[in-house]
């Protein structure tokens, strides 16, 4: 039997085919043609291409199959799943108040703003980018997860919408929120037709593509965490008990019988690749000594403004004074991110979570061992590059062992 993960990122969607043993079987990839314009056509479009291309022999065989989407990324539709109006995406803006302009959850204040717009009278879900998804594969609508639904004012606590948001007007679109691995239908009958899948294959409630990349490094201790060295820094720790800080950024997605902790810095390889191109990173890294200090005092920032560990948004970029030498102009860029990084654990365990003990590396900046080694020597505690880190990866897992993905 095979399980498929389905990852729909910020710039393209992925699958990822494993086999009982969990090894890969087959992976492929769709970029969408203008990110910033992403709609649910180019979802549909991928989702459907995706399909497609995995082998006709492991689509017989699919026994289970979970979608992970961008956090925060809603839409309206009809009774027959049809969406009623253009998706917000994570990072739209226009949407940040209830109709009184009272704060609201970011995700909940663009379904109260959508059901405002024209032609979403109509409108029967609210739906999750990974929820419309998910329903598209079994004809099922108005089901989530409570990953995806924890920015909509879902209570991950009580595991219930609370009181005030179910006394909202969009209360009754709502969707029914379950834990991630959740079996939620069968796979429907057309789509299994058209594309050979095994008629017998279970969709599973999805999660976030952040979370699914998480799952993919297998990280199940507490006090085990992953840091994302992408664009920007992320973090996300296991923990014991559930921290929370608005002036921050941080919050806990439950996570099982644990939490999951996370915040994330502006700092990242954004602001290395202002002064560096991937071949010179590689280039300049391997002549720098991590065992000797730069000697630099840095904040790398690609612009003004921090979020965690430190609540800033005036905070200027601190790159001064840069030396002749790009080798210790770097190491000093190195060293502050990794600065940064120490400094966000540590904000986590003074919120009370889990002290950290172990970092699992993954993206991008988890392939320099010498960052590794000096991340390791600020960190003080063990750094591994992840095995796994793709989301598409995660979401295969989460697929084959369901609820039982998380401790």
């Given at each position: 039997?095979?399980?498929?993960?389905?990852?729909?990122?910020?710039?393209?969607?992925?699958?990822?085919?494993?086999?009982?043993?969990?090894?890969?079987?087959?992976?492929?990839?769709?970029?969408?043609?203008?990110p910033q314009q992403q709609d649910t056509a180019d979802w549909r479009a991928a989702l459907f291409d995706l399909l497609a291309q995995i082998p006709r022999a492991q689509r017989a065989a699919l026994a289970a199959i979970a979608v992970d989407g961008t956090s925060g990324t809603v839409l309206l539709a009809d009774d027959a799943l049809e969406p009623l109006a253009p998706a917000l995406l994570y990072n739209d803006?226009?949407?940040?108040?209830?109709?009184?302009?009272?704060?609201?959850?970011?995700?909940?204040?663009?379904?109260?703003?959508?059901?405002?717009?024209?032609?979403?009278?109509?409108?029967?879900?609210?739906?999750?980018?990974a929820d419309w998804l998910a329903a598209l594969l079994t004809g099922v609508g108005g089901m989530s997860d409570y990953h995806n639904a924890l920015k909509t004012g879902f209570d991950p606590c009580t595991l219930d919408w609370p009181a005030w948001i179910q006394a909202l007007p969009i209360a009754q679109l709502l969707p029914r929120v379950v834990p991630p691995g959740t079996p939620l239908a069968r796979i429907?009958?057309?789509?299994?037709?058209?594309?050979?899948?095994?008629?017998?294959?279970?969709?599973?409630?999805?999660?976030?593509?952040?979370?699914?990349?998480?799952?993919?490094?297998?990280?199940?201790?507490?006090?085990?965490?992953?840091?994302?060295?992408?664009?920007?820094?992320?973090?996300?720790?296991?923990?014991?008990?559930?921290?929370?800080?608005?002036?921050?950024?941080?919050?806990?997605?439950?996570?099982?019988?644990?939490?999951?902790?996370?915040?994330?810095?502006?700092?990242?390889?954004?602001?290395?690749?202002?002064?560096?191109?991937?071949?010179?990173?590689?280039?300049?890294?391997?002549?720098?000594?991590?065992?000797?200090?730069?000697?630099?005092?840095?904040?790398?920032?690609?612009?003004?403004?921090?979020?965690?560990?430190?609540?800033?948004?005036?905070?200027?970029?601190?790159?001064?004074?840069?030396?002749?030498?790009?080798?210790?102009?770097?190491?000093?860029?190195?060293?502050?991110?990794?600065?940064?990084?120490?400094?966000?654990?540590?904000?986590?365990?003074?919120?009370?979570?889990?002290?950290?003990?172990?970092?699992?590396?993954?993206?991008?900046?988890?392939?320099?061992?010498?960052?590794?080694?000096?991340?390791?020597?600020?960190?003080?505690?063990?750094?591994?590059?992840?095995?796994?880190?793709?989301?598409?990866?995660?979401?295969?897992?989460?697929?084959?062992?369901?609820?039982?993905?998380?401790?």
């Amino acid at each position: 039997m095979f399980y498929l993960g389905l990852d729909f990122g910020t710039s393209g969607a992925r699958a990822c085919v494993i086999n009982a043993a969990g090894g890969v079987a087959f992976e492929a990839s769709v970029k969408y043609v203008v990110p910033q314009q992403q709609d649910t056509a180019d979802w549909r479009a991928a989702l459907f291409d995706l399909l497609a291309q995995i082998p006709r022999a492991q689509r017989a065989a699919l026994a289970a199959i979970a979608v992970d989407g961008t956090s925060g990324t809603v839409l309206l539709a009809d009774d027959a799943l049809e969406p009623l109006a253009p998706a917000l995406l994570y990072n739209d803006t226009r949407a940040s108040a209830g109709t009184d302009g009272v704060p609201l959850p970011g995700s909940l204040a663009k379904g109260m703003w959508l059901m405002q717009q024209a032609g979403t009278v109509h409108a029967r879900y609210f739906l999750h980018q990974a929820d419309w998804l998910a329903a598209l594969l079994t004809g099922v609508g108005g089901m989530s997860d409570y990953h995806n639904a924890l920015k909509t004012g879902f209570d991950p606590c009580t595991l219930d919408w609370p009181a005030w948001i179910q006394a909202l007007p969009i209360a009754q679109l709502l969707p029914r929120v379950v834990p991630p691995g959740t079996p939620l239908a069968r796979i429907n009958r057309h789509p299994a037709r058209h594309f050979n899948v095994n008629p017998a294959c279970i969709v599973r409630a999805g999660t976030t593509d952040s979370i699914a990349a998480f799952i993919a490094t297998g990280v199940a201790q507490p006090g085990d965490a992953v840091t994302s060295l992408g664009t920007t820094l992320v973090l996300k720790l296991l923990s014991t008990t559930r921290v929370e800080s608005v002036e921050y950024g941080v919050y806990s997605h439950r996570f099982g019988n644990l939490w999951l902790a996370g915040g994330a810095s502006n700092s990242g390889g954004g602001v290395l690749r202002q002064f560096f191109t991937d071949a010179a990173l590689v280039e300049l890294s391997m002549k720098i000594h991590p065992d000797q200090p730069s000697g630099l005092d840095y904040y790398p920032l690609p612009r003004p403004g921090e979020r965690f560990p430190v609540h800033a948004p005036a905070l200027l970029p601190r790159l001064e004074p840069r030396p002749v030498d790009d080798v210790r102009f770097l190491h000093g860029m190195l060293e502050g991110i990794a600065r940064i990084e120490a400094l966000g654990y540590a904000r986590l365990a003074e919120l009370g979570a889990t002290p950290l003990r172990r970092v699992i590396s993954a993206g991008g900046g988890s392939k320099n061992e010498v960052w590794r080694h000096i991340r390791e020597k600020q960190l003080g505690v063990p750094v591994e590059t992840a095995q796994q880190g793709e989301a598409a990866f995660g979401a295969a897992r989460l697929a084959q062992a369901g609820v039982k993905s998380f401790p």
